[in-house]
C-alpha cells in the first residue's frame, strides 16, 4: 500500500487532480484509481487483488466523479418542483329564491380534500365514479351579488381553486294589472326563464320562456305580493339573473275616496293613491249613481286626485265610486254610499224701499245648516243690476231700473 502511494507522489503530473481521503468507504475507489494512473505510467505494474469495489464503494464513486471539477465532497441533492394547483371549472346549474347549485369535477382521486367556498368550509356530495361534485349553497337575498370561490386543500395544501359568478340583470315592472304583471330587463335576447315565490314564502314555478326582454306573467292571485326570479340559462350554466318583487292589483284597493263637499247639484270628491300601483295608474272613472241606477260617470287622467259630480238632482242619495285604470283594465278603488244631495231651502223674500229706479230686495237665511256658508245669486229679469248679486249677504239693491216695469226676482 505504501509502496503503491510513492508511486503516485513519483507520478504526480500524470494523475493531477486527484484528492486523497481517510474516508475509509472511498478507500477502495482511491486504490483502483491509483492502479489507472500507474498502469498509464507502468504497463507492467500488477493490479491489486480486489479490484470490484463493494456496493458502498459504488455509492462513494458517484460522489468522488461529481467532484472532480471541485476540491470539496458534496452529497447528492435531490431536486423539486414547483406544484400549481388545479383550475376547477365551476359551473351554477340551479338557482332559487334562496340558493344556488355549484358544480365541478374533483381532478383528484386523493382522499381527505377539505373544500371551501368564500372561506367557509362546506361537505359536497361527490361521485366517486364520475367525479362530479355539487353543492347547494343558501343565499340570503335573490337580489344580492353571487360570486364564488372554491378552495379544494389536502393536508393544508391547495390542490384546486375555481371562481364562479353570475352577473346581474335589471329588471323593470311595467305594467300591474288584477292577474298578471309585465316585466322587461335589459340584456340580449337569448332564452330566459323564470321562477316566482309569493312573499308569505311559499314557492312556485312558472313555465315562462321568453325570448326578447320583456314578458307578461299571467294567472296570478289578485292583491298577492309576488317576487320574481329572471334567470339565464345557457348550455346548463346560469350566466345571469334579475329580480323584483311586485304587489298584484286589488279588487277593491282603498285610495281613501272622501267627500269634500256638497251642494244641491254637485258633488266634489278627494282620493290618494295606492302605493302598490301607483306608478301604473293610467287614469280614473268618476261614477255618481242614484238609487234608480241612473249614472253620472267622468274620467279623469293620471294626474288628477280630485274630481266632481254635476248635474245631479238636490235631496237624492248618490253612490260613488272611483275606479282605477291599471294597464288595460279597470279596478274598483274605492265606495263612498248614501251620499245625499242637500235640499234647497226655500226663504222669505221682501221688497222694501222702492223708488221709481230702484228698489230693495232682502229675504232670510235658511234654517237648514252645513258646513260651508251660503252663498246667494240674484237674477232680475228683464235686467240684472242688482248689487252683490253672489255674495253671502242677505240684502241687495237694485238700481237702474225702468219706471212702471215689471220684475221677476230669483234667489238661489
Known sequence: MLHRVVAITGYRSRCNGIVFSTNVKALFVILNLLVVCLSAADPNAT????TKPTSDATASTTTVAAITSSTTVSSTESTSTNFQPVLLNLRVTYISLSSVTINWKQDSSEGGIIYKINNTNITPTCDTNTKDC????TITHPSDSLIY?????IDEKLVGEGTVSISNINV????????????SWNGTTTSTTFIYGLMSGENGSLDETCNSPSCEIKGLISGTQYQFLLYNKQDGSILSKGYVSQHTARQNINFKLADKGATPNSVEFTWEDD?????????YLLECTNNSGYTIALNYNSTYNSGVCNNLVQGTSYTATLKTRLSEIMVQTGVLNNLITPVVPTVNLDI????????TISWSSPDVTYD??????????????CANSNASVIEVKCT?????TKYIIKVT
Request: net charge negative; no cysteine.
Open 400 to 404: 237702474n231700473l225702468n219706471n212702471n
Open 275 to 283: 302605493g302598490n300601483v301607483a306608478n301604473f295608474i293610467k287614469g
Open 47 to 50: 493490479k491489486p487483488e480486489s
Open 134 to 137: 355539487y353543492y347547494n349553497y
Open 172 to 183: 323593470s315592472v311595467n305594467e300591474v294589472g288584477l292577474n298578471s304583471i309585465k316585466l
Open 149 to 153: 370561490n372554491l378552495k379544494a386543500s
Open 352 to 359: 222694501s224701499d222702492v223708488h221709481e229706479n230702484s228698489f
Open 372 to 385: 260651508n256658508p251660503y252663498t246667494y245669486k240674484v237674477e232680475l229679469t228683464p235686467t240684472n243690476d
